[in-house]
C-alpha cells in the first residue's frame, strides 16, 4: 500500500510539474509576443521616455506579460461567470475590451511607469497576446496524456448519446490485443520491476492484487514479426522459414515486409486453415502485416500492395491527422524524437560504446516515426474502436523493436521507450471504462532480442563473404551492408506510397550458379538457384567439397541444417559434430550442435526442415547460453530471426478473467498455438458485463452499419469520418 500511494504520489506531482512547464513556456512566448509588438506598434511602450537597456526592456515585458496571464486567469473566469445573461453578440464585443482593460491594468502594475499604450492599442495587443497564449497552451497540452485522454471522453460521451437511442441490455466484452513488438519475457518482467512500467506492474499485483497473469512462450525456429504474427493472426506459419527467403519455384525472393509478400503469405495461411483469421468477426487490425481477417484495416501491410480507392492501408494517417490537436501533438512529439536520438547517438559515439553500428542518415527520422507516428496513429485507432465498440482489436506498437535493433535490448534508450509505451497502455485502459462495452486488454509478444554484436564486426567479413570463400569464389575487400528488415522501414514506405523492395543487386548472384545468401538476424539461409530442388548433404560436398566444413566451424556459426539423401535432415556443428534428426539411436541426452539451444531446438529445426521452401543450407549464428549473446548477420546489435537467448521468449500477459493459456507445468511453444489460446479467449465472456444507455442495437450491429469502408478512427470528428466513408 506504501508503494502505491508513493505512485500515486508521483503521479500527482508529475502532473503539477507538467503544468508547471507549460504555464512557464506560455510566459515565455507571451513575453517574446510582446515585445514584438511593442517593436511593431508605435503606441505601444516598455521602456521610459529617455530610453532602457534592452536587458530592462525585456524584464518590463516579462513584468507585463505575467501580470496580465495572472490576472487573465483569476479575472477572466469571474467576468465571464458575471455576464452569463448578456447576449452571445454583446458578450464578444465586451470580451474586446475587457481583454484591452485587463491588459491596462497589468501594464499599470509594472514598476516606473515602464508600461503604457493607449486603449485602442491595448485591445490589438491583449487579443494578439491571447491567441498566442491560447495557440501555446493548446500545443502543449496535446502532448500530455491527461490533456488528450479528457478529449477522448469528451467524444466518447459524444458517440454513447448518438448511440443511445434504440439500445436493449448488456453486450458481452470486447477483447483488445495489444502486441509489443521485439519485447521479451524478461525485458518486460524487468520493465515492471523497475517501475519503467507502472501500468503493468499494476495488472501484475504491484501494491494490489493482479488483475493480470504473465505467461512465457516459445517461438519458432524463425523468431520474428512476419513467422509469428502470420501464426497469431492466421492460425498458420507454414513454410515461413525466415523473415526473407528464396523460392526455386518461382525465382523471388519473399520478404516478410513487402506488402506482396504479405500478400501471399496470407492467402497460403487461409488456404491451409480455411479460416479468415482471428478476427473475422467484427473485428479490427492496426499496424499489423496482415488482416487477420478483419474488415475494419488501417495501416496492415498486406493491404499496402493494393491500389486505388479499395486500398486503406494508409486511411489511418489521414484520418488522424485530419484532426488539427492530433497533428500538433504527434509533430511535436516527432521532433523531440529526432532530436533525442541525434543525442543519445552522439553520446554513444563520444564515450565509445560497443556494441555500436551506424545510427546516422535518415534512421532519427525513421525511429521518430515508429516511436512517434506510428504508436500515435495505432493508439488512436485502437480508442477509436473501442468506442465504436467492435468485438475485436489487435494492434501492432514497433517502437522498441525498431530502438532495439540501433541501440540494443537493454539500456537507456529502450527504456525511455518502455515508458511511452506504457503510457499508451495506461491510455486504452482509462479509455476502455468509457468505452459503450467492457473490455479485456490482452498484451502479448511476438518475438523477443537477443543482444550482441554483429558477424562482420567481429570477423571483418559477412556471411555471404564466407559462404564464397567456402565455394572458391573471390571475396570482396570490402563487406557489404545488409538492411535491418525492421518493420518500421517498410511502414514508412507503405506510408509514403514507396514500393518495399529489397535491391535487385543485393539477392541476385552475378550468375545463376552462384549461391544466394540472405540473413535474418542471426539466421543465414543459402541457396544454389540453378539447382531446381532443394541440394542434398550429398551433392552440395560434391559440388563444393568445402563450404560445410568451412561454415561448420567457423566460430561465429552455432550450426547448419542440411539434408541428407540417405538420412534425412542432419544438423552439423563443429569438429565433425552431428545429429540426424530422424534417427533415435543418438546417445541418449545428446543433441549435438544444439546443445547450447535448449530443449525445444531440435524439434523447432525439424519443423522448419519440413518446410517446401527450406534454403539447401540454414545458418544459425554462435550463441554464447552465458551473456545471452547471439552474433547478427545483419547490422543489428539487438537482433532476431533465429535460435539463441531471449528473441525466442516473448510473452503473453492475459486478464485473470481469462481462462489460463495451458496447464500448469506445460510449455506455450510456437505461435500457431497463441493462435489457438487467443481463439479460445474470444469466445469466452467472464468478464464483467456493463449494461449501455438507453436500449436498442449493440455495438456489433452499430459496427456493421458503418460498413466495412468506414473510418474506424472515432477520435476524429464525425465530419472527417463521413468523409473518409
Not at 545468401?517 to 543465414?524: D, E, K, P, T
Amino acid at each position: 500500500m506504501k508503494r502505491e500511494a508513493a505512485g500515486v504520489g508521483r503521479g500527482r506531482w508529475r502532473a503539477v510539474g507538467s503544468a508547471l512547464w507549460r504555464s512557464v513556456a506560455v510566459w515565455l512566448v507571451s513575453t517574446l509576443t510582446m515585445l514584438a509588438l511593442a517593436g511593431i506598434l508605435p503606441d505601444f511602450q516598455l521602456q521610459s521616455d529617455n530610453g532602457d537597456s534592452a536587458t530592462r526592456i525585456a524584464v518590463t515585458a516579462a513584468l507585463g506579460a505575467g501580470a496580465f496571464g495572472l490576472l487573465s486567469s483569476l479575472v477572466w473566469p469571474l467576468l465571464v461567470r458575471a455576464l452569463l445573461l448578456v447576449p452571445a453578440l454583446v458578450l464578444g464585443l465586451l470580451a474586446f475590451f475587457l481583454n484591452g482593460s485587463l491588459l491596462l491594468l497589468a501594464l499599470s502594475l509594472i514598476p516606473d511607469g515602464r508600461g503604457e499604450a493607449n486603449a485602442e492599442t491595448a485591445v490589438v495587443v491583449a487579443a494578439v497576446m491571447s491567441a498566442v497564449a491560447s495557440a501555446t497552451g493548446g500545443a502543449l497540452a496535446v502532448r500530455d496524456d491527461d490533456a488528450y485522454r479528457r478529449r477522448l471522453y469528451r467524444l466518447a460521451d459524444r458517440r454513447r448519446r448518438r448511440r443511445a437511442e434504440g439500445q436493449t441490455g448488456p453486450v458481452p466484452p470486447g477483447t483488445v490485443f495489444i502486441q509489443l513488438d521485439g519485447v521479451g519475457h524478461d525485458v518486460l518482467r524487468a520493465a515492471a520491476e523497475k517501475d519503467l512500467m507502472p501500468t503493468v506492474a499494476g495488472w501484475l499485483g504491484r501494491g494490489g492484487e493482479p488483475s493480470h497473469r504473465l505467461t512465457p512462450w516459445r517461438t519458432d525456429w524463425s523468431s520474428q514479426t512476419g513467422a509469428s504474427q502470420l501464426g497469431i493472426l492466421h492460425g498458420s506459419n507454414h513454410d515461413v522459414p525466415a523473415f526473407r527467403w528464396y523460392e526455386k519455384d518461382t525465382g523471388e525472393v519473399m520478404v516478410s515486409n513487402r506488402p506482396a509478400s504479405a500478400v501471399e503469405l496470407q492467402r497460403r495461411a487461409i488456404e491451409r486453415t480455411g479460416d479468415g483469421g482471428l478476427l473475422t468477426l467484427d473485428g479490427a487490425s492496426r499496424g499489423n502485416l496482415f488482416s487477420g481477417g478483419a474488415e475494419q484495416l488501417a495501416l496492415v501491410l498486406s493491404m499496402a500492395a493494393r491500389r486505388g480507392k479499395e486500398n486503406r492501408s494508409r486511411a489511418g494517417y489521414f484520418a488522424y491527422f485530419s484532426d488539427p490537436a492530433n497533428a500538433v501533438r504527434t509533430a511535436l512529439s516527432f521532433i523531440a524524437e529526432v532530436g533525442r536520438e541525434i543525442g543519445e547517438s552522439t553520446r554513444a559515439r563520444i564515450r565509445k560504446r560497443r556494441p555500436r553500428i551506424g545510427r546516422g542518415g535518415l534512421y532519427p527520422f525513421i525511429r521518430a516515426f515508429a516511436t512517434v507516428v506510428e504508436r500515435d496513429v495505432v493508439v488512436a485507432a485502437v480508442i477509436g474502436d473501442m468506442l465504436a465498440g467492435r468485438s475485436a482489436v489487435y494492434a501492432d506498437l514497433v517502437a522498441y523493436d525498431e530502438v532495439a535493433h540501433h541501440s540494443g535490448p537493454v539500456g537507456s534508450d529502450v527504456d525511455k521507450v518502455l515508458q511511452r509505451l506504457d503510457r499508451s497502455l495506461a491510455l486504452i485502459a482509462k479509455v476502455a471504462e468509457h468505452a459503450p462495452r467492457a473490455y479485456r486488454i490482452v498484451v502479448l509478444s511476438d518475438h523477443g532480442q537477443s543482444p550482441g554484436e554483429t558477424f562482420r564486426a567481429r570477423y571483418g567479413l559477412t556471411l555471404g563473404d564466407l559462404v564464397r570463400a567456402g565455394c572458391g569464389l573471390p571475396v570482396p575487400r570490402k563487406a557489404q551492408r545488409t538492411h535491418s528488415g525492421a518493420e518500421a522501414r517498410s511502414t514508412v514506405r507503405a506510408a509514403l506510397r514507396r514500393p518495399v523492395e529489397e535491391g535487385a543487386g543485393q539477392h541476385r548472384p552475378a550468375r545463376r550458379a552462384e549461391p544466394i545468401v540472405l540473413a535474418s538476424g542471426n539466421l543465414g539461409l543459402v541457396s544454389f538457384p540453378d539447382v531446381p530442388h532443394r541440394m542434398t548433404r550429398e551433392e552440395i560436398d560434391l559440388r563444393h567439397p568445402a563450404l560445410l566444413p568451412t561454415l561448420a566451424n567457423h566460430p561465429g556459426i552455432g550450426f547448419l541444417l542440411v539434408r541428407s539423401q540417405e538420412r534425412g535432415p542432419v544438423v552439423l556443428g563443429a569438429r565433425g559434430g552431428e545429429v540426424y534428426l530422424d534417427e533415435e539411436d543418438r546417445e541418449p541426452g545428446d543433441p549435438g550442435p544444439l546443445a547450447d539451444f535448449g530443449p525445444g531446438a531440435a524439434d523447432a529445426v525439424r519443423r522448419t526442415d519440413g518446410f517446401p521452401h527450406v534454403a539447401d543450407i540454414m545458418v544459425n549464428s554462435w550463441y554464447d547460453p552465458q551473456d545471452g549473446e547471439v552474433l547478427a548477420f545483419e547490422e543489428q546489435i539487438g537482433s532476431h530471426g533465429g535460435l539463441g537467448g531471449a528473441q525466442a521468449h516473448p510473452f503473453l500477459l492475459s486478464p485473470l478473467v481469462l481462462s489460463a493459456p495451458l496447464d500448469d507445468g506445460h510449455e506455450l511453444v510456437g505461435a500457431e498455438r497463441v493462435h489457438d489460446v487467443l481463439r479460445r479467449w474470444l469466445g469466452e465472456y467472464q468478464g464483467p458485463e456493463i449494461p449501455l444507455v438507453g436500449g436498442g442495437a449493440t455495438a456489433a450491429d452499430d459496427s456493421r452499419q458503418e460498413g466495412p469502408g468506414a473510418s474506424a478512427f472515432a477520435v476524429a470528428d464525425p465530419a472527417v469520418q463521413e468523409k473518409d466513408r
